[in-house]
């Protein structure tokens, strides 16, 4: 296009020369100079047309430069944006990513800690179960203590009936019975003594069978207890890992989601470098391209100036 340029240029100055020439043999060959004028004059006038339209090609070639330029600055700014956005959203993820992994160390601890309690209450529940046995065999025992207190009962009926007997034996022997008397009066007052002892033995083995029977009954409860202690703690740890996974998958999609928005923030940082390149070339085009208008506006003028003068030598 510039050649072109030059090449008109050139042949402005051929035209110049020609006039030059045509002026020293104008009293020679009138006729013929005034014929290669009209030719001339129109050539002149055909030059500043094609001329024109290529000024006009150059504006409009111009205005589509500028055009695309404004439309390549706009999706560079919308990139821009999506790339702000992109960094946005990437330290957003990476919080998120931390958050579940706090999340995570909590559910870990809170899992560890509902097996430990999950290991005190079954060691609870062994616990009760041992004194469960234990409470069987001290009721056992009671009631062993309350067959033997029976037994020494019926003895010391018997033993107090045996003394009352020899007390009657020795009243009817007399004088000679006396000493015996004496020894069944004790053994009487033992056998009675015997007897309330029991009858006390009997009532506390009584009362520490209904202790032992409601210690029992209240174990059985504390056992149950543990039970339902022991399945919520093992519906509680299987909640914990449901969440555990949650949180895994959770991280593992944030992850991909977060290696997206890297490679999509690397793609458009590439996108805006393009874009600035591009931008910057076709600044220099439309550079290059306002000057060639403005140089080619100067070359009208002359064109112009030079086909004044041949109308000023047609006219002679």
């Not at 209450?121 to 029976?150: C, F, P, Y």
């Not at 003895?155 to 006396?178: C, D, M, V, W, Y």
């Not at 202790?211 to 059985?220: G, T």
């Not at 070359?299 to 002679?316: I, M, W, Y």
Request: hydrophobic content about 35%; cysteine-free; charged content about 30%.
């Amino acid at each position: 296009m510039l050649t072109a340029f030059k090449s008109k240029k050139e042949d402005i100055e051929q035209f110049k020369q020609k006039i030059d020439d045509l002026n020293s043999k104008l009293d020679k060959k009138d006729n013929e100079f005034q014929i290669f004028l009209n030719d001339l004059h129109k050539e002149l006038v055909s030059t500043i047309g094609q001329h024109d339209i290529v000024n006009n090609q150059h504006a409009i070639l111009g205005k589509m430069v500028g055009e695309i330029l404004k439309e390549f600055k706009r999706v560079e700014e919308s990139t821009i944006n999506s790339n702000e956005i992109s960094e946005e959203a990437l330290v957003k993820g990476e919080s998120l990513i931390a958050s579940s992994d706090e999340m995570v160390t909590l559910s870990v601890d809170s899992r560890e800690a509902v097996h430990a309690v999950e290991s005190l209450i079954d060691t609870l529940g062994d616990q009760s179960r041992k004194t469960s046995a234990s409470m069987n065999q001290l009721s056992e025992r009671s009631k062993q203590i309350e067959e033997i207190v029976k037994v020494i009962s019926d003895i010391s009926s018997q033993t107090n009936l045996l003394a009352l007997n020899a007390s009657i034996e020795a009243a009817r022997a007399g004088e000679h019975g006396k000493g015996f008397s004496v020894v069944a009066d004790e053994v009487r007052k033992l056998a009675e003594s015997t007897k309330e002892s029991t009858a006390d033995i009997a009532d506390l083995t009584q009362k520490i069978q209904e202790q032992i029977s409601k210690a029992y009954e209240d174990n059985i409860n504390n056992m149950n207890l543990v039970s339902e202690g022991i399945k919520t703690s093992s519906q509680t740890s299987e909640q914990i890992n449901s969440l555990l996974n949650i949180i895994t998958n959770v991280q593992g999609e944030v992850n991909e989601l977060l290696n997206f928005i890297k490679h999509q923030k690397v793609s458009n940082e590439d996108v805006i470098h393009k874009f600035q390149k591009t931008t910057a070339l076709f600044d220099e085009t439309n550079d290059v391209l306002m000057n060639h208008i403005d140089e080619s506006e100067v070359v009208t003028e002359k064109l112009l100036e030079a086909v004044d003068k041949v109308k000023g030598f047609q006219s002679k």
